[in-house]
C-alpha cells in the first residue's frame, strides 16, 4: 500500500482528528490532534493491511509563535508490508501533554522520556517518565527553541565541580 492511501484510510476513519497530509520526496506527513493520538496509532498497528508494527522513531519539535507549538512526530514502518508513515501529533504550549504510545510500541518508552526531558512534553500514562539524558536536578528543557544557548546565566550547574574534580587528570592521562 502506498503511503497516501494510508493518509487517506487515516483521513476517512478519522474524518475531525486529521489536520493536514504533506508529502515531501516520497514521503507522507499526517498532521493530527493530539486528543485521539492512541485510537490512531492502535488502527495503524491493528489494520492487517496497513500493520505499522515497528516504531523507528518518535521526536519532539518546537515551533514557538504557532497556535500548536509542538508536535510530537511517529515515524511508523510495517515490516511485513514494507510501507512507512510518518505522524505528527499537534500540541498547543499552553498544555504540553499527550497520551503515550507505550502500549503500543514497548520501543516508545526511552523516545518519549527524551522528549519529555528535553522539550517538557508530558506524555499521560507513561510507565516511567523520568529524566533520561539531563540530570535529575537540571532546571529547564533545553531543546526548546527560547532555551537560551549558554545554558542559564543565573546559576551554574551543581555538579559542575564534581565533573571538573572527576576530569581534571584527563591530560595527564591522554584522554582529553
Known sequence: MEPLEIANRIRDKFPLEVADIKTFRDQVFVSVK???IID??????EDPDI?????SDLCGVDYPGRTHRFEVVY????IKHNHRIILKALILEDNPAIDSVVQIWSGANWHEREACDMYG???N????L??????????????RKDYPL????????RGLEELKELHAHDRDWNIG
Do not use: Q
Open 51 to 55: 500493520f505499522m508494527n515497528f516504531l
Open 130 to 143: 523520568r529524566r533520561i539524558l539531563m540530570p535529575d536536578d537540571w532546571e529547564g528543557f533545553p531543546l
Open 34 to 36: 493530539s486528543g485521539k
Open 150 to 157: 549558554k545554558g542559564r546565566e543565573d546559576r551554574e550547574y
Open 125 to 128: 500514562g507513561h510507565p516511567d
Open 75 to 78: 515515524s511508523l514502518y510495517s
Open 121 to 123: 512534553i508530558v506524555f
Open 40 to 45: 490512531i496509532c492502535r488502527y495503524l498497528y
